[in-house]
Antibody, heavy 123, light 109 residues
């Protein structure tokens, strides 16, 4: 079955760029039916959508993070990636990648999710 | 403070039924589909309901979803101790963003 796995540094210094990769296995990231997304969860808090990408490279981002976020896709590796610049302690969170269903931009559900990776922003 | 409002906690006894509400506006729930997620302690969220009331394969029919106007509701019948988790609603908003509710902690007494 489809599985997603996040990878990347667990510790990032303030003002630097957070970089994570999500590897998709058991299916193709180039499926025309799905987008792929990043969601984060600060410790003890709720979920926050970061952004989503189509295999063609089309993206849409959370307006509150848009100026700092870049999501890209590498279909040859079946991976998509997240870059978040100028991080602060407020960006400390578990970062999840997930497949977005629903097709159109305003119809969103996420399934399955990766196990998540904790990224701590600290000097 | 989330735009989608959920009760912080709900509780019920094993075997009973519980409902979790998610309140929004015409900018989000009122004109878009709602999904629901279950997050067991220490694990990633899991999709329970999509398109307001559809269950993915493998989700038991004890879980149900509904939507009326600018509010959505998740229902769970035949409560089990294994249902203790945080539950989140999600939808699209006209601000061009996916939104999640603040989450509801379910305790099975």
């Amino acid at each position: 079955q489809l599985q997603l796995q996040e990878s990347g540094p667990g510790l990032v210094k303030p003002s630097e760029t957070l970089s994570l990769t999500c590897t998709v296995s058991g299916g193709s990231i180039s499926s025309s039916s799905y987008y792929w997304g990043w969601i984060r969860q600060p410790p003890g808090k709720g979920l926050e959508w970061i952004g989503s990408i189509y295999y063609s490279g089309s993206t849409y981002y959370n307006p509150s993070l848009k100026s700092r976020v870049t999501i890209s896709v590498d279909t040859s590796k079946n991976q998509f990636s997240l870059k978040l610049s100028s991080v602060t302690a407020a960006d400390t969170a578990v970062y999840y990648c997930a497949r977005k269903g629903g097709g159109v931009i305003n119809r969103n559900w996420f399934d399955p999710w990766g196990q998540g990776t904790l990224v701590t922003v600290s000097s | 403070q989330s735009v989608l409002t959920q009760p912080p906690s709900v509780s019920a006894a094993p075997g009973q039924k519980v409902t979790i509400s998610c309140s929004g506006s015409s900018s989000n729930i009122g004109n878009n589909y709602v999904s629901w997620y279950q997050q067991l302690p220490g694990t990633a969220p899991k999709l329970l309901i999509y398109d307001n009331n559809k269950r993915p394969s493998g989700i038991p029919d004890r879980f149900s979803g509904s939507k009326s106007g600018t509010s959505a509701t998740l229902g769970i019948t035949g409560l089990q101790t294994g249902d203790e988790a945080d539950y989140y609603c999600g939808t699209w908003d006209s601000s061009l963003s996916v939104l999640f509710g603040g989450g509801t902690k379910l305790t099975v007494l």
